[in-house]
Structure formats: C-alpha cells, structure tokens
C-alpha cells in the first residue's frame, strides 16, 4: 500500500489488484504569504484575472496556490512541500505578476 494522505482512493488495475493511495491534508510544509500592493483596482483586477487560470489549475502536486483580493492589496498564498518547491512557486507567479506590470506600463505610455 503506498500512502500518501488525506482520501483513501481505489483503483482496480487489469491484473484485478487493488492499489490503495491517499494524499496528506498536512503534507504542505513550506508556506508564503506575498501581499502586493497596486495603484490602482484596475491594475489589480487584471493581474488577478490574468493569474486566475493558473491559480485554478494547478501543473505540480508538491504546492498549491491560493488568489485573493484585499481592498488594493493582491495576496498570493503559496503552500509547498519543501523549500524548493516555495521557491520555484513564488518565482514563477512574482515574474508572471512583473510581466504583466510591464506589459501594462508599455500600454499606458502609448
């Protein structure tokens, strides 16, 4: 039986085996807290929208994110299993937040 955590899961294989597999509620251990400030709630709105899909699903089982509007403040909730996963979560959306700032000072110059 490989145990991973939260849910007890089945799955019947073609030899009639059963394999026994769950996922740990608390296997998260590694955690950021980002809060981003913009200004303006349009600038807001389109980074959030624009992070959305990405939020929604989710490429890698070893974190997870959460989204979430504060007034003018963008808050960002990484939970990983380890270090590098923080790590390489929290680079990926604060350069997917920085190109879209960028992209959209280019927009308002023009």
Do not use: Q
């Not at 073609?14 to 996922?23: C, E, K």
């Not at 740990?24 to 200004?39: G, H, Q, T, Y």
């Not at 899909?53 to 003018?72: F, G, I």
């Not at 990484?78 to 927009?107: C, F, G, H, M, P």
Request: charged residues 30%; glycine residues 0%; hydrophobic residues 50%.
């Amino acid at each position: 039986m490989l145990r991973l955590g939260l849910s007890l899961n089945w799955l019947r294989l073609s030899t009639d085996r059963d394999i026994a597999f769950s996922l740990e509620a608390n296997a998260m251990k590694a955690k950021a807290i980002v809060r981003l400030k913009f200004p303006s709630e349009k600038h807001l709105e389109i980074v959030f929208k624009a992070l959305e899909p990405e939020v929604r699903k989710t490429v890698t089982m070893r974190s997870r994110t959460s989204l979430e509007k504060d007034d003018a403040l963008l808050v960002l909730n990484v939970e990983a299993k380890d270090t590098v996963a923080l790590r390489a979560a929290l680079n990926a959306y604060l350069r997917w937040i920085n190109s879209i700032i960028s992209v959209l000072e280019v927009l308002e110059t023009r």
